[in-house]
């Protein structure tokens, strides 16, 4: 036992790729949370029925993965065209035309459930503000959460140009949202916090306007999609990690 595991706890809670990877191999469900924006386009693409496959990268290997699982390929918010209407943009996906399969690229959530689901041992699943209520259900009514069938929720978080972590209150408030669903499972400290800090923050929709990462995307041109992602519980669809893509349980 290490005391980084959260062991004893029902719902434990760690950072980005090397949180989820502490807390993978103690945990019956593991809980990618990205909500600006990786896990909340897997929920908007979900509640179309769409089957998103994560990964890692947006290079020349992601074209190829595309081809191998029969998928189109997302690109970059900017780069989305008449013949590309797919991107990470949750406003982007909503708009565009129905496909039933979708590889979606991205450095964050997306590569922590790309290297989550080589363990078949523990259950993946896509949360967010959009679908917080129904994963906490989904997770209640699998039996996850008590000590024996832990949960790790795992906050994404974003990069500085040197690529380390930079952890993300949106993240974090997604990540709570989802504890406070849970109702009566037993938290970690880390956990607690999570969901403290959903209280605290109030207007949830105010808050990923004015937080950081909701203010870059806004000045980038992408207002919509801070407003997506601030829609709390507006989905009943828990996309869930199988034979490689997030498709609902």
Do not use: K
């Amino acid at each position: 036992m290490s005391a980084w595991d959260q062991d004893g706890y029902g719902v434990r809670l760690e950072w980005g790729p090397a949180g989820a990877r502490r807390l993978a191999p103690h945990v019956a469900c593991l809980v990618v949370v990205d909500v600006l924006s990786f896990t909340t386009a897997v929920s908007v693409a979900a509640d179309a029925g769409t089957t998103v496959f994560p990964y890692a990268w947006r290079d020349e290997t992601a074209a190829a993965h595309a081809d191998s699982v029969g998928a189109r390929l997302a690109v970059g918010r900017t780069a989305a065209s008449a013949e590309s209407p797919w991107s990470l943009s949750p406003a982007a996906l909503r708009a565009a035309p129905f496909t039933p399969r979708l590889v979606l690229p991205s450095p964050n959530g997306s590569a922590i459930a790309a290297a989550a689901r080589d363990d078949p041992a523990v259950a993946v699943v896509a949360g967010c503000l959009r679908n917080a209520a129904a994963v906490g259900r989904w997770l209640t009514e699998s039996g996850c959460g008590t000590a024996d069938r832990p949960v790790a929720m795992v906050p994404a978080g974003e990069r500085w140009p040197d690529g380390s972590l930079r952890p993300a209150l949106e993240d974090l408030l997604g990540a709570g949202a989802i504890v406070a669903a849970l109702g009566g499972a037993h938290p970690s400290p880390e956990a607690i916090a999570a969901c403290a800090a959903v209280d605290a923050a109030g207007d949830l929709a105010a808050t990923l306007r004015d937080c950081a990462s909701g203010r870059e995307l806004i000045a980038y041109g992408f207002p919509d999609d801070v407003a997506i992602a601030a829609e709390r519980d507006r989905s009943d669809v828990v996309p869930v990690l199988a034979g490689g893509g997030f498709s609902a349980a």
